[in-house]
């Protein structure tokens, strides 16, 4: 069994709002420093990205570039708004998925995430017909989310309900979250970034490690699946907290609410007459089974971390993570590794870099930082122990 790492949605150049330099040779380029094995390919339904992925090396359902393997993966809306996210075996069925939807959708060749006009059982029955997974992308955002929609995967998928092997959890969420609504306690959770650019605070800020027999599509659905010895062992992603509609607040003036306050103001702001948004921890609240989270025996860990750069960037007191002082620290820690082996297991006391940045890295490690809750459209604000707790800090826009 070998540890491999995977991001299995982003977006590619031909989404709309995504950066250009979201091609293959950039994307891959990026993933090997984060140290991501598999990268879902996102837009694989795009006539134009299909043909680039097609110039690519196949081997056993992935495309490798470098030392970068490429996975079909594709996300589309549906015509609740719900958004999905599709794993395919192989460029012949992305194409026959494709044939499938190009009735149901004008958009197909206009955005990598297109918009097809049939409800989640319908698209469901395309993707199985053609060999694929399915399974709801982000599914606690209150926007495009399932759980925004639907009180549950059957009211959604209907009668394929049981053929959803995973849900996405987005930056929204984390697993103590999923894991009070019963239904989702033999689904497989996934972790991805979603990301936009390729830039190493983007690219892989989420992602999951899985163990697996070799890196292939065979065995990362089996991964997915949880099946012959395969299975995923530890997802990393952002505190729930740090969301901008974590908690149930005014999207104006930001004045967060309690879910009965919100119903009580019939979700108009007291204090501005702004909109009132549901927060996803009180919609969790809502549908949940348990009080208190109920892990199954096949739930991995969840580590909350926020990429290299923002760590770095929190640690020395700069605003952002862009500038040439971060960016040479974060090359300094990555020599002759990469970003996930700095944030996850390297040694400490073996890492190149100023007290302060070893100390955040370990914080963040030991979960010693502190998360004043976003809502509204307002991101959370996350900070360090110690001295370092007068520098918060929201997290970017995504």
Known sequence: MMKVNADLHIHSKHSAAVSKDMGLHEISREAMKKGVNIIGTGDCLHSGWIEEISALE???????????????????????????????PEISKARELREAFASKSSTLDMDGRPKVHMNGAEIADAV?????????????????????????????????AKDIPFIELGLSADTDYADRISDL???????????????SNKLAREFNRFEMMGV???????????????????????????????????????????????????RRCPACKGVIKLGVRD?????????????????????????????????IGNKSPYTVGVHKRWEELIQGKTEIEVLVEADLSELKAEPKVIAAIDAFRHGRVEVKPGGGGKYGEISLPGPAKEKQRSILDF
């Not at 056993?60 to 589309?76: Q, R």
């Not at 901008?244 to 004045?255: E, I, M, S």
């Not at 208190?292 to 640690?315: D, N, Q, T, V």
Request: proline share 7%; with cysteine; charged share 25%.
């Open 58 to 88: 196949e081997r056993d359902g992935l495309f490798h570039l470098d030392s970068t393997y490429f996975a079909l993966t594709v996300e589309i809306e549906d015509a609740h708004r719900v958004h999905h996210m599709i794993l395919l």
């Open 216 to 266: 292939s599509f065979g065995d990362l659905k089996k991964a997915i699946l949880r099946e012959s010895g395969c299975r995923p062992i530890l997802n990393v992603g952002f505190y729930p907290e740090e969301g901008k509609y974590n908690r149930t607040a005014c999207t104006r003036c930001y004045r967060q609410y309690t879910a009965k306050e919100m119903e009580d103001y019939k």
């Open 128 to 160: 199985l017909e053609a060999g694929g997974m399915i399974g709801p992308s982000h599914a606690f955002t209150p926007w495009t989310g399932i759980y925004a929609y639907y009180g549950s995967l059957d009211k959604c998928y209907q009668e394929h």
């Open 185 to 199: 306690s033999t689904r497989t959770f996934l972790s991805d970034s979603d990301a936009h650019s390729p830039r």
């Open 283 to 315: 919609r969790v609240d809502a549908l949940a089974d348990y009080p208190e989270p109920i892990h199954p025996g096949h739930r991995p860990p969840y580590l909350h971390l926020i990429p290299l750069a923002e760590i770095i960037a929190m640690a």
